[in-house]
């Protein structure tokens, strides 16, 4: 079966803009969450989806905002970019929330 | 809240000889615990993962790790490393709330393989 698949897989923006990342979990899976990985505070939990709510967030300022759709698609986005954003976005889609997370290959996002 | 900690953030070994790398954590309840591997610019594929039952845990690629309750540890362990172990490795604890999920995850082990 399909994975959980991340678009776009690189993406270069410029301080001030804002981004949009997309994911599509497991057929099947309505959790998704996701997660920031930068090489100075490691992975960090940005927030979890379930049948198009927001469960849980984490302790991110608000320029970062997420949504889930009817099919369990997802979309982060991100506004008014900092340098700090720069990382490796992923996503992760679980059948029954709390175990057997999948995770994506990433979106790499380059804030210059 | 619940916390991981790995000890070692670099671990080299031969091809063939022993790996372990270690994981402790934290919890209030009885946890979930996970571990995942990372290759250079991919995602997190999972190797092994512990819920409930049986406390040693097998994995792909030869990998396994031991839940001790006593101790707080859940340490992955290979008997023979191949090159191709050569990875990050994150131990992960899964901490669910009511409805609400996510997983904390440890500061990682980069895995070294030498011959």
């Known amino acids: 079966k399909a994975g959980v698949t991340q678009t776009p897989r690189y993406l270069i923006k410029t301080r001030g803009q804002q981004v949009t990342l997309s994911c599509s979990p497991i057929?099947?899976?309505?959790?998704v969450s996701w997660y920031q990985q930068t090489p100075g505070q490691g992975l960090q939990f940005l927030f979890e989806y379930f049948s198009e709510t927001q469960r849980n967030k984490g302790n991110f300022p608000g320029r970062f905002s997420g949504r889930q759709f009817s099919n369990s698609r997802s979309e982060m986005n991100v506004s008014t970019l900092e340098l700090g954003d720069s990382a490796l976005y992923l996503c992760?889609?679980?059948?029954?929330?709390?175990?057997?997370?999948?995770f994506g290959s990433g979106t790499r996002l380059t804030v210059v | 809240a619940q916390s991981v900690t790995q000890l070692g953030s670099h671990v080299s070994v031969s091809e063939g000889a022993l790996v372990l790398l270690r994981c402790n954590y934290s919890?209030?309840?009885?946890?979930?615990l996970f571990w995942y591997v990372q290759y250079p610019n991919q995602g997190l594929q999972l190797l092994l993962k512990?819920?409930?039952?049986?406390?040693l845990v097998k994995g792909i690629n030869g990998f396994e790790a031991e839940f001790k309750k006593s101790e707080t540890s859940f340490h992955l362990t290979k008997p023979s490393a191949h090159m191709s172990d050569a990875a990050e490795y994150f131990c992960?604890?899964?901490?669910?709330?009511?409805?609400?999920?996510?997983?904390?995850f440890g500061t990682g082990t980069r895995l070294q393989v030498t011959l």
């Open positions: 992960a604890v899964s901490e669910s709330t009511g409805t609400a999920s996510k997983l904390t």
């Open positions: 057929s099947g899976h309505r959790s």
């Open positions: 992760a889609s679980s059948l029954i929330q709390g175990l057997g997370y999948t």
């Open positions: 512990y819920t409930t039952g049986a406390t």
């Open positions: 919890s209030s309840v009885p946890p979930y």
